[in-house]
């Protein structure tokens, strides 16, 4: 193993941890605005991660995201509060998981054999069922105004306002500072099981199946089991990011998870780059953020009114869609692969200027596949 | 029986009307392998448009000019965006989702521009209605079905006896072999949008016509209950799409009548009653009733 290898591993690392650390400071500088909308994007980006697993891995259009969302929302509300089995919140948490991926489950007879496009469509049945039923059974899901969700304790700790009182470095630990450690570490969760998944066996028999169904299946990946599975793994995201959401909101109401909320997930992905975990966090906290942002700053903004101004004016909820609108198409059209690909192209470009200022040894890229790299360097 | 009766004629209407909307949608999916996510709005788009200007043409010029506007907008959005993305079946997946984008900037703006409003369409029949033997059926729903019935008519007949209709099916049957036969796919591709975007300004009429209060921002929202017709008939089946919506609107008409003896389902299952259908069809046939089982050649 050569030196420079050991450094651009050590250099990896050491960023990943400066961004961890830099994800760890805004509970003690930012107010409780900007928590939330970070809190927000977080669940997002866990929601849009499965759904990418999904759609850009596995290659299936799904509209149905917002459905599994309030399996999960709806599950832990049900499970850990009153009417409703009332059960420890961090264990209703996990049922409520497994409540949208067992959803996810039932689904499969459907998911596994339609593929594509018609599938988009079956799934758009899920999110109009789902909705129809959030309104009618009143004894579970609290009907038309829904119901309050419990804070969630672990062991004692709860993530509320107080109790304990907590305080840390001189800040005040709200519910909203509290809620932004668990978002992240439920992340991070998210993050490194997708990418082991993406890169792992079943990612590359996923993907297979995506590029040709035939080839895949000559290979000896069972087709429908993987699609199922697929499916199934995807709603598990959901269901954890409808918690999330659950918590964030402190109450869930069925409009919320309407056929607007699924395209949303759709074009995280999509603007993101369609089948990358990093470019769906990225949509995400694009999807999440604009329309919050550009509500709260509106009166700055030229062109937009202050939302309950004159009628027929652009508000600042349509400038923020005609933005993310038009914001799906150019991305398709002039960059299909997305954020993520944006971002590769901007890289590869600054490493192809590189080795022409110092010497070259700042020219070794960090390496892909480090096993074959040391070899090219040894004389 | 005369509930049964009437049931089953608003069910019929209902149907020719999503029968004109899906077949926009297969139309749309045999040229091009796009499925329209923006039709909705298309829809919106044309209503819209004979609503703001019956006042100045009349009703029937104002239909003309709004089938023609909507047709040449589904057609541009198709040559100038849609196209760019090539002609290929992945390329058919992403400029399904581009639709999905168009949707939202099209729908975003009409939504303004309707607001809370409830718009009159100034169609000739109103509220008057016509006693047939013990029934009483609004004119609309007679005009839906007729109309519907005549249009459809000519579209069967435009693909099957026109050299554009030949030129569709060569394409939907193989794209390149089509492009080596001399076909101009841009064309027939954009002629495809334009016929479903005329299509759907027509539908808009009678979905805003009596017994409907009128035209309102989520007019466009009843064409995604095309889709379950669109689907359940198979997508690339023009007679398929046909069936699907005849079945849809008799289901929907009927579960909406007959409501009070389906309480257990809870109230305005009616709305949702198509996806259910289509839920039981796909899980029986996974590609429609109609739809073929492409065989894959390796």
Excluded at chain 1, 343 to 349: I, S
């Amino acid at each position: 193993m050569s030196d420079r290898l050991l450094a651009a591993l050590t250099r990896r690392r050491a960023a990943l941890l400066l961004f961890a650390v830099v994800l760890c400071l805004p509970p003690f500088y930012l107010d409780a605005f900007w928590l939330r909308i970070g809190l927000f994007s977080m669940a997002a980006a866990i929601g849009a991660v499965g759904l990418a697993l999904l759609s850009g891995t596995a290659g299936q259009l799904s509209l149905g995201h917002a459905f599994f969302l309030a399996v999960g929302a709806y599950g832990y509300a049900w499970l850990a509060g009153e009417p409703g089995p009332g059960l420890p919140p961090a264990l209703a948490a996990l049922l409520a998981v497994l409540l949208a991926g067992a959803a996810g489950g039932l689904f499969s007879p459907v998911a596994a054999r339609v593929k594509g496009i018609y599938l988009g469509i079956a799934t758009l049945a899920l999110v109009f069922l789902g909705h129809h039923v959030l309104l009618t059974a009143d004894s579970v899901t609290g009907g038309f105004n829904g119901r309050s969700v419990p804070p969630l304790t672990l062991g004692g700790f709860a993530f509320t306002e107080s109790d304990p009182e907590l305080t840390v470095l001189g800040v005040p630990f709200g519910a909203e500072e509290r809620l932004w450690f668990l978002g992240l570490a439920l992340f991070a969760f998210t993050w490194f099981t997708a990418r082991g998944l993406q890169r792992g066996r079943p990612g590359r028999a996923l993907a297979a199946l995506r590029d040709s169904e035939t080839a895949a299946s000559v290979m000896g990946v069972d087709v429908a089991r993987h699609r199922s599975a697929a499916f199934v793994v995807s709603s598990m995201y959901a269901g954890l990011a409808g918690v999330l959401l659950a918590l964030a909101f402190r109450r869930v109401v069925p409009d919320y998870f309407s056929l607007a909320l699924s395209v949303d997930y759709l074009a995280m992905i999509v603007i993101g780059g369609l089948g990358s975990v990093a470019g769906a966090t990225a949509g995400a906290v694009f999807v999440t953020a604009l329309p919050l942002l550009m509500t709260r700053y509106a009166d700055q903004l030229p062109l937009v009114t202050a939302p309950g101004s004159a009628e027929g004016a652009v508000g600042p909820t349509e400038a923020a869609r005609y933005l993310y609108g038009a914001a799906i198409v150019l991305v398709l059209l002039y960059a299909p692969d997305g954020l993520h690909g944006l971002a590769r192209r901007v890289r590869d470009r600054a490493r192809r200027r590189r080795p022409r200022t110092p010497a070259p040894e700042t020219a070794v890229p960090t390496p892909p596949q480090p096993s074959a790299r040391p070899k090219e360097h040894t004389p | 029986m005369t509930a049964f009766l009437d049931n089953i004629l608003g069910g019929l209407a209902l149907g020719a009307v999503y029968a004109l909307v899906a077949l926009g949608f297969v139309v749309i999916f045999k040229a091009s392998g796009v499925l329209n996510f923006a039709h909705g709005s298309l829809l919106l788009f044309g209503g819209y448009l004979t609503a703001v200007l019956h006042d100045d043409l009349g009703f029937a010029g104002a239909l003309a000019l709004a089938v023609l506007t909507t047709a040449a907008l589904a057609g541009a959005l198709d040559r100038f965006l849609l196209q760019r993305g090539g002609q290929d079946a992945h390329s058919a997946h992403v400029q399904t989702i581009v639709t999905i984008g168009i949707d939202i900037v099209l729908l975003t703006d009409l939504a303004r521009r309707i607001g809370g409003d409830l718009l009159s369409l100034g169609d000739p029949w109103g509220d008057s209605v016509t006693r047939l033997g013990p029934l009483t059926v609004a004119d609309s729903r007679l005009a839906a079905i007729v109309v519907s019935a005549v249009v459809i008519g000519a579209v069967f007949a435009l693909f099957r006896y026109t050299s554009w209709g030949l030129s569709l099916r060569a394409a939907a049957e193989d794209l390149e072999a089509a492009a080596l036969m001399g076909v101009r796919l841009g064309r027939v591709r954009a002629g495809a949008w334009c016929l479903a975007g005329a299509l759907a300004a027509l539908a808009a009429v009678f979905l805003a016509a009596f017994p409907a209060p009128g035209l309102e921002r989520t007019t466009g929202q009843i064409a995604l209950n095309a889709f379950p017709a669109a689907i359940l008939g198979g997508l690339a089946s023009p007679a398929g799409a046909l069936a699907g919506s005849l079945i849809i609107g008799l289901t929907e008409a009927l579960v909406v009548g007959y409501q009070s003896d389906l309480h257990i389902l809870g109230e305005g299952f009616g709305d949702v009653a198509p996806y259910a259908v289509m839920l039981l069809v796909l899980l029986v046939r996974p590609t429609g009733l109609f739809g073929a089982k492409g065989a894959a050649r390796v």
